[in-house]
């Protein structure tokens, strides 16, 4: 194995393995090249945690991309027949994107782009930023190489930011926001000419050109950095929120109800997966200042699915009825408050903490949280199969339930203190007549 995979498997949560593992042997199957890509390197190779997983394919990706959806029992989100890029969501919350090599070309700015089928190389040399321009081959022969053609690493090193191309914010206009998202989040300086590529595509006012499915994607990635307030906050400087929304503005920018949430992600437990639905949860705080119209309004300019929006619309109806039973049950064991709320979405449980006033009710979605759940965590699937599980099964699952709610209902053992042998008696010194000398 080399180094670089290592880094890749101690980066990776449980789902995100099961992702790459189903896309790699996917693209064994059909022969074809498969490269990890985009901010997942960018973010491994700088030491953040792994957000997303992009991965791109020397080769037909969309067929490629419903083979792993058969193979994960994946949800594909959108599909791009273009640029053949498919958004996909594992049961388990994971989100990643499988995407064709490609070179694109663009008659005017915000166009849509004439795609062709390319090398890695070749898709590499035509992205965003340098920092997203970084390869890691997956597939059997060159397994762990990696590709930096644009010295990407160099610039992670610099904590700078630069555009591929003197075209790059032409071309593809949602850059711009991209470019002020990472400012944000990364806390990195724009180089010289790249500020300078920014400031003639304002003046060109390109970005009026972004189409509704950039300004989601957008919004989605925000949804997924706990630092969302302070991208949309600069976002609101840079006079660049108006692209989603007028509304977005002032009083109504809803910068309170996203400190909320960046305080409800930090009981999060660390190392433990969870799924949680962050747009959900993004787009309800967008929305409580908005008025019906305004949230209409916002709806339309980004494309936002009916789903979504019914997803938004039941967040509360669905937290009110969590919190009612997490106010009146009587939960005389820990494991009966994890039995109540281990079913529950994890933006449900977000939700009651930004929004409960009810102590209980936030103790004990706390503890469920910060305790319960990682305690639980620790149930290994080796220690249900020694206990007579067979994965698998209704058996199995039943098992581990009940090797759970032994874990998390034991005493506590009390420390044992070790009592000190009684000190020897020691005999006082034998006392001394100091002489006299008499003269």
């Known amino acids: 194995m080399s180094d670089y995979m290592f880094m890749l498997d101690s980066h990776l949560n449980a789902e995100q393995s099961k992702a790459v593992a189903a896309v790699r042997e996917a693209a064994e199957q059909a022969h074809v090249n498969v490269f990890l890509t985009g901010g997942a390197m960018r973010d491994m190779m700088g030491g953040y945690p792994i957000r997303d997983l992009d991965f791109t394919v020397e080769g037909p990706a969309l ?38 090599a490609r070179q694109e070309r663009y008659a005017k700015p915000g166009s849509k782009p004439q795609v062709q089928p ?7 040399h035509g992205r965003d930023f340098t920092i997203n321009a970084i390869a890691l081959s997956l597939s059997q022969a ?19 930011l630069r555009a591929v191309t003197n075209y790059a914010l032409f071309d593809d206009p949602s850059r711009i926001l991209r470019l002020i998202r990472f400012r944000t989040r990364l806390g990195f300086a724009i180089d010289e000419r790249t500020q300078v590529q920014y400031q003639n595509a304002r003046e060109a006012k390109l970005e009026n050109k972004i ?3 950039a300004l ?94 019914d ?30 709320l281990r079913n529950v979405p994890g933006d449900v449980l977000l939700f009651l903490l930004m929004h409960s006033s009810q102590r209980l009710v936030l103790d004990r979605t706390r503890n469920y949280l910060q305790k319960y759940l990682p305690a639980a965590q620790e149930i290994t699937e080796q220690q249900v199969i020694e206990h007579g599980g067979k994965p698998g099964t209704p058996k199995f699952n039943k098992i ?27 005999p006082p010194p034998p006392s001394r007549r100091i002489p006299s000398f008499s003269r």
């Open 63 to 100: 067929k490629l991309a419903r083979a792993v959806a058969q193979k994960l029992n994946a949800e594909i989100t959108s599909m791009d027949e273009t640029r053949r890029v498919a958004e996909l969501i594992s049961e388990g919350m994971t989100t990643f994107s499988i995407s064709m």
């Open 118 to 124: 390319a090398t890695i190389h070749e898709d590499l």
């Open 142 to 160: 060159s397994r762990g190489l990696l590709l930096d053609p644009t010295n990407g690493l160099g610039d992670l090193n610099r904590k700078e």
């Open 211 to 213: 189409p509704a499915p």
């Open 216 to 309: 989601q994607y957008e919004l989605r990635q925000m949804a997924l950095d706990p630092l969302a307030g302070e991208i949309l906050k600069a976002l609101e400087e840079e006079n660049l929120l108006v692209v989603f929304s007028p509304a977005l503005s002032g009083a109504k920018l809803n910068l309170a109800g996203l400190q909320r949430l960046q305080k409800a992600r930090q009981s999060l437990p660390a190392g433990v997966h969870l799924s949680v639905n962050f747009f959900v949860l993004f787009l309800h705080t967008l929305f409580e200042k908005l008025t019906p119209r305004e949230r209409g309004q916002l709806a339309q300019n980004i494309g936002l699915q009916k789903r979504d929006l």
């Open 311 to 340: 997803a938004v619309q039941r967040l509360e109806a669905k937290a009110s009825k969590v919190e009612k039973q997490l106010a009146t049950a009587k939960l005389q064991r820990p494991s009966a408050l994890y039995a109540l």
């Open 400 to 426: 581990r339930e009940e090797l759970i709610a032994a874990r998390l209902d034991a005493r506590p053992k009390k420390p044992v203190i070790q009592e000190e042998p009684p000190a020897l008696a020691v």
